[in-house]
């Protein structure tokens, strides 16, 4: 009796156990939008019904687009530099600096990686101070180096090819340094700025001499007893490396959420996704909600 009592128990509780894991299918989950069309600042409003447990929000934004949620790398960013220079003291000798980059630097900043990269010369691009501080270099394309999921590193080289008395001789002085990516939907990444571009400075001749670094300029350092030849370069970067877009966690199992909203800054078609999930310590079901939300421009 006893035996049978027990096999009764045993069965029960299994029973009881499947029940408590089993968990709640997506079928009973929906997302609705209130309307399919909005302007630009008005409350879009989504409709939540079903109750899942976890909600995660995709609004379809760059930054927010669910397909990219991998996404380490992108083609077809534009890429330009600019940066502000001022031709000091003595005479304005345009000659002596050099703006250089590289797409095969080893990102090892010794005498022997430095010259065995390949450096295109791109002074040409750039226009530089003629005596007056701040000039500013323009936009440079370096669209031509951008190359799929290649690195590039940036460098100012000071070379003189006659020892000038202090009276003549003039020093570099650079202001301001931004190097920016733009993506396909005019959206700009800053990559580096004078502070964050990690410079590093190696001299080759005039040991004795060498760029001058701090997180606001760059400044070259005259040498009246022999020639000169300083770099200094940044760290690499990799214009098309972007970060996988995140979505917005909206909700957890100790909410209850029947709607949402969010406002669009700007107008076009907009995939928003819904990633919703059922959990517990034995397994997860999730499901993706998934459509396009028009946004207007706004009226005049």
Known sequence: MNRYFILIVAVLLLSSCQKRYELVTMDTVA???EKDTYAVGDTVRFLISGNPDNMVFWSGVP???YEYRNRTFTEGNVLSLNFKSYSQYGQVDQTNLKVLVSNDFTGIYDSANIRSATWNDITDRAVLSSGADQTPSGEISLDDFASANKPIAIAFRYVTSVVKPATTQNRWVLRSFDLNSTNADGDVSLLASMSTA?????????TSSNWAISSSQLITTRNFAELDDDWVITRQFNPNKVSPDRGVAIKNISENLSEYTAVYDRPGVFRVTF???NANVKSQVSAIKEFDLHITPTQQ
Do not use: E, K, M, N
């Open 63 to 65: 930054g927010h687009v």
């Open 31 to 33: 997302v609705q939008l």
């Open 275 to 277: 990633v919703v999930t």
């Open 198 to 206: 990690g410079w590093t400075s190696r001299s080759f001749a005039g």
